[in-house]
T-cell receptor, first 113, second 118 residues
Framework: GENVEQHPSTLSVQEGDSAVIKCTYS??????FPWYKQELGKRPQLIID?????GEKKDQRIAVTLNKTAKHFSLHITETQPEDSAVYFC????????????FGTGTRLQVTL | GAVVSQHPSWVICKSGTSVKIECRSL??????MFWYRQFPKQSLMLMAT?????????EQGVEKDKFLINHASLTLSTLTVTSAHPEDSSFYIC??????????????FGPGTRLTVL
């Protein structure tokens, strides 16, 4: 089955700096890659996603890049703010009837003042 | 739109009892619902995939007789933890996906249920 690795496990940046989180996946058939932000005790919230027919996608301060050949994708957050502090999860899935997600291990991002 | 609710939001029970958790899609029909378990400071681990009107598909290592899943309608799935033990204490989260070609990718997550077994 699919295996998703995520690095780093923790990341501390100063407010205004950029943060980058990287994930690799094992199944070359995976074609959908969402990123989730989860605050303590809350549900995961989709912040951005990318499909395998696209190499990069941007939404304001958040961007995701995908390298299908290397089977890795990254989340980039620019101009970080304290409210960006949370745990971020990448995931991968093969779209279809089931579309089940395999999650990475998570990155705890702390944005300091 | 695409709101998923869960009930209860938290539950405390005694060891050996059973607990039922409901997951509802409030404003859409969910062809497929997923149940995840998340231990403290860990990732979400898929337990099972449930399709309306058919038996759930369990992930390897998940006991189907212990975690009973019923997906009776396109808006409701239930997870029953039978004979719960302290090691079952966790955050249980459901998600639902919308049927349809263009929207089949995204899963919408419920708020989660924190189960504590004493």
């Amino acid at each position: 089955g699919e295996n998703v690795e995520q690095h780093p496990s923790t990341l501390s940046v100063q407010e205004g700096d950029s943060a980058v989180i990287k994930c690799t996946y094992s199944d070359s058939a995976s074609n959908y890659f969402p990123w989730y932000k989860q605050e303590l005790g809350k549900r995961p919230q989709l912040i951005i996603d990318i499909r395998s027919n696209v190499g990069e996608k941007k939404d304001q301060r958040i961007a995701v890049t995908l390298n299908k050949t290397a089977k890795h994708f990254s989340l980039h957050i620019t101009e970080t703010q304290p409210e960006d502090s949370a745990v971020y999860f990448c995931a991968a899935s093969i779209t279809g009837t089931a579309s089940k997600l395999t999650f990475g291990t998570g990155t705890r991002l702390q944005v300091t003042l | 739109g695409a709101v998923v609710s869960q009930h209860p939001s938290w539950v405390i029970c005694k060891s050996g009892t059973s607990v039922k958790i409901e997951c509802r899609s409030l404003d859409f029909q969910a062809t497929t619902m997923f149940w995840y378990r998340q231990f403290p400071k860990q990732s979400l681990m898929l337990m099972a995939t449930s399709n309306e009107g058919s038996k759930a598909t369990y992930e390897q290592g998940v006991e189907k007789d212990k975690f009973l899943i019923n997906h009776a309608s396109l808006t409701l799935s239930t997870l029953t933890v039978t004979s719960a033990h302290p090691e079952d204490s966790s955050f249980y989260i459901c998600s639902a996906s919308i049927s349809g070609v263009h929207s089949q990718h995204e899963q919408f997550f419920g708020p989660g249920t924190r189960l504590t077994v004493l």
